[in-house]
Nanobody, 128 residues
Framework: QEQLVESGGGSVQTGGSLRLLCVASGNTAGRGCMAWFRQAPGKEREGVAGIAGLGAFSRRIYANDVKGRFTISKDKAKNTLFLQMNSLKPEDTATYYC???????????????????WGQGTQVTVSS
């Protein structure tokens, strides 16, 4: 049984930082493509950042509105995905979800149907 467990959410003021973590258990969740999505109240879930591969061969994608502020990374040994979020804005307020594909990953994207495993979400609230 594959599981993804997020943590690290919380409440911060505009300009603050948070670091989200997603621990993958099981045999495959940590070795496929992994990504962070978010869903704000009344809005559709959207991709935030994704990562595939390891070390110097890793590839990353970011949503336009988080480029330069958010950084996605992965610790393969610990099967843990990170999202460092800096310069947070009120519009970043959402529930953040970790997602992973099965192995092998067919390609890194924000297409939600490509992701086989999802976490339960962690809330991020940014106040002005």
């Amino acid at each position: 049984q594959e599981q993804l467990v997020e943590s690290g959410g919380g409440s911060v003021q505009t300009g603050g930082s948070l670091r989200l973590l997603c621990v993958a258990s099981g045999n495959t969740a940590g070795r496929g493509c992994m990504a962070w999505f978010r869903q704000a109240p009344g809005k559709e879930r959207e991709g935030v950042a994704g990562i595939a591969g390891l070390g110097a061969f890793s590839r990353r994608i970011y949503a336009n509105d988080v480029k330069g502020r958010f950084t996605i990374s992965k610790d393969k040994a610990k099967n843990t995905l990170f999202l460092q979020m800096n310069s947070l804005k009120p519009e970043d307020t959402a529930t953040y979800y970790c997602a992973a594909t099965a192995v092998p990953c067919s390609g890194l994207s924000f297409t939600q149907s490509h992701y086989n495993y999802w976490g339960q979400g962690t809330q991020v609230t940014v106040s002005s």
